[in-house]
């Protein structure tokens, strides 16, 4: 597996509205626009900070992970996510050494990434997002 570089720090919030204009408004960053990814029960927006991303997720619904990932744990970072040039030979050669995923075939993410999640039992605690753009 071959990682190309740090993609983008996701970051749960409860409104994208509120939150994003901390980002724009006061640090300046270019707001690149929101869309709902269905399958995940989200909405996410997007600020580009050199070679990587701010995204920022709102739940959709109050079953969905963003939803449980704020009840439990609040506003903040959620995950990290890292680029790598084939998500699913990524997640087979992860799982071969022994890595706990969640994700055991890639999914649509935003964007139209191919994306897929690493168990943070096997990560020390980190949500570690695979995306291939």
């Given amino acids: 597996m071959k990682v190309l570089k740090m993609d ?3 970051i749960a919030v409860n409104s994208i509205d509120e939150t994003k204009r901390f980002w724009a408004d006061v640090l300046g960053l270019k707001f690149e626009g929101s869309e ?5 029960k989200v909405t996410t927006a997007f600020f580009p900070v050199g070679d990587i991303e701010v995204e920022l997720l709102e739940s959709t619904a109050p079953d969905g992970p963003i939803a449980r990932y704020l009840e439990k744990k609040g506003e903040g970072i959620q995950h990290i996510a890292f680029r790598v040039e084939n998500v699913k030979k990524a997640l ?11 994700d055991e075939k890639p999914r649509k ?6 994306i897929a999640f690493l ?11 695979l995306c291939e753009r």
Avoid: N, W
Wanted: glycine share 16%; proline share 3%.
């Fill in 8 to 10: 983008h720090l996701g």
């Fill in 36 to 40: 709902i990814v269905e399958e995940q």
């Fill in 92 to 102: 087979e050669e992860l799982k071969e050494k022994g890595i706990k995923l969640i």
């Fill in 109 to 114: 993410g935003a964007g139209g990434a191919k």
């Fill in 119 to 129: 168990h943070p039992r096997s990560t020390h605690g980190v949500l570690v997002e």
